[in-house]
T-cell receptor
Framework: EDQVTQSPEALRLQEGESSSLNCSYT??????LFWYRQDPGKGPEFLFTLYSAGEEKEKERLKATLTKKESFLHITAPKPEDSATYLC????????????FGAGTRLFVKA | NAGVTQTPKFQVLKTGQSMTLQCAQD?????MYWYRQDPGMGLRLIYYSASEGTTDKGEVPNGYNVSRLNKREFSLRLESAAPSQTSVYFCASSGGTSGITDTQYFGPGTRLTVL
């Protein structure tokens, strides 16, 4: 069964304390992996798309990487405004296109 | 450029009542989607429309119907609401025409409670 698992469920960091969020997947026919940021009471906001193992993308303090089994979202020197839920989603093709979302990691950054 | 807009933002229904959630996008996207988000679970696809005039079932379509009114608008209808449909509903759109193929842009959500 196609599955996407994000860990940890919640992460508490001090401002400036770098860390990583994990998105592991067991799917067939992967076409792409997406990272989104979701603030409380709002819809997900697109961050990155990764298509092949070894690919990396960066935006400000965030860097996303992809292997054949998982993706990491690295947060360098986070600030309180980075506090949000981070969602990953995999897009696959198995006779038709499908997108599966993980449950998310809630990140709290304390000043 | 408003992106994806949804109405209403909040709604409370009694079991058995019906209602329609509205969604519109101004990005000239071909594909539109309806998701529900429940605590501890990922977003789950209810229905999607790959292009104007077509709709397809997603992962959890039971109890819902949709209408792709035109290229801009995609509505979700609950004919007889049940407490299990209490959730946050998100509409999304993307530029692709081959189904769920590319980056999706989300609306702000509708928070629905069914008593």
């Amino acid at each position: 069964e196609d599955q996407v698992t994000q860990s940890p469920e919640a992460l508490r960091l001090q401002e400036g304390e770098s860390s990583s969020l994990n998105c592991s997947y067991t799917v067939s026919g992967l076409r792409g992996l997406f990272w989104y940021r979701q603030d409380p009471g709002k819809g997900p906001e697109f961050l990155f798309t990764l298509y092949s193992a070894g690919e990396e993308k960066e935006k400000e303090r965030l860097k996303a990487t992809l292997t054949k089994k998982e993706s990491f979202l690295h947060i360098t020197a986070p600030k309180p405004e980075d506090s949000a839920t981070y969602l990953c989603a995999v897009q696959l093709y198995t006779g038709g296109f499908k997108t599966i979302f993980g449950a998310g990691t809630r990140l709290f950054v304390k000043a | 450029n408003a992106g994806v807009t949804q109405t209403p933002k909040f709604q409370v229904l009694k079991t058995g009542q019906s209602m329609t959630l509205q969604c519109a996008q101004d990005m000239n996207h071909n594909s539109m989607y309806w998701y529900r988000q429940d605590p501890g679970m990922g977003l789950r696809l209810i229905y999607y429309s790959a292009s104007e005039g077509t709709t397809d079932k997603g992962e959890v379509p039971n109890g819902y119907n949709v209408s792709r009114l035109n290229k801009r608008e995609f509505s979700l209808r609950l004919e007889s609401a049940a407490p299990s449909q209490t959730s946050v509903y998100f509409c999304a759109s993307s530029g692709g025409t081959s189904g769920i193929t590319d980056t999706q842009y989300f609306g702000p959500g509708t928070r629905l409670t069914v008593l």
